[in-house]
């Protein structure tokens, strides 16, 4: 049987996970600019974990962007090297798309700094708006405009309520 690796250093948080047909196990917690120092071992532990053998491991699945443009490398060269070495499947995801709530019509934040978000808005699986730059105010704009909308990601800078996702079971659904 073959697993599938989830990873994600894009934004504040280390994700890591493991998953078959379902997510089996997870690790998910704050490293923000710490990433690169943790992931190897995370990887590392969750395998020992669970008994699995790294050559058990038959597609990776981690985020490309937008977010923290050296967090956006530390996953996507791992899952690069990890699938080039092992000649198996990688899966490049949005990381905004797999903050959006399952089906349901869903706007998706990442602070991206200097008063400014990454958004990108989805319904299902249809990609209403690319992911792209908004002011913060125009953010929030668009969600007055919007409000059958759920606003989806870390939005205390915001100032907003917004809805955490299991991303693990998003990554995993969406590839």
């Known amino acids: 049987m073959g697993y599938s690796l989830i990873l994600d250093t894009s934004n504040k948080s280390l994700v890591v996970g493991l998953a078959n047909e379902k997510v089996l196990?997870?690790?998910?917690?704050?490293?923000?600019?710490?990433?690169?120092?943790?992931?190897?071992?995370?990887?590392?532990?969750?395998?020992?974990?669970?008994?699995?053998?790294p050559k058990d491991v038959n597609e990776i699945i981690s985020t490309k962007g937008p977010g923290s443009y050296?967090?956006?490398?530390?996953?996507?060269?791992?899952?690069?090297?990890?699938?080039f070495c092992r000649d198996i499947d990688v899966y490049a995801l949005s990381s905004l798309q797999v903050l959006k709530?399952?089906?349901?019509?869903?706007?998706?934040?990442?602070?991206?700094?200097?008063?400014?978000?990454?958004?990108?808005?989805?319904?299902?699986?249809k990609v209403i708006l690319e992911d792209t730059i908004y002011t913060n105010s125009e953010v929030v704009e668009l969600l007055?405009?919007?409000?059958?909308?759920?606003?989806?990601g870390d939005t205390k800078y915001l100032k907003?309520?917004?809805?955490?996702?299991?991303?693990?079971?998003?990554?995993?659904?969406?590839?």
Not at 40 to 46: D, F, G, T
Not at 70 to 83: P, Q
Not at 160 to 175: H, N, V
């Open 101 to 125: 709530k399952d089906d349901e019509p869903s706007i998706c934040v990442i602070n991206a700094r200097s008063m400014r978000s990454y958004i990108g808005i989805y319904e299902g699986n």
């Open 70 to 83: 050296t967090g956006v490398r530390i996953s996507l060269t791992i899952a690069k090297i990890w699938g």
């Open 25 to 53: 196990r997870k690790t998910q917690y704050y490293a923000w600019q710490r990433q690169s120092e943790y992931m190897m071992s995370e990887i590392e532990a969750l395998l020992s974990a669970n008994n699995i053998d």
């Open 144 to 152: 007055e405009k919007n409000p059958n909308y759920t606003l989806c």
């Open 160 to 175: 907003k309520e917004g809805y955490e996702t299991d991303i693990f079971k998003q990554m995993l659904s969406i590839k």
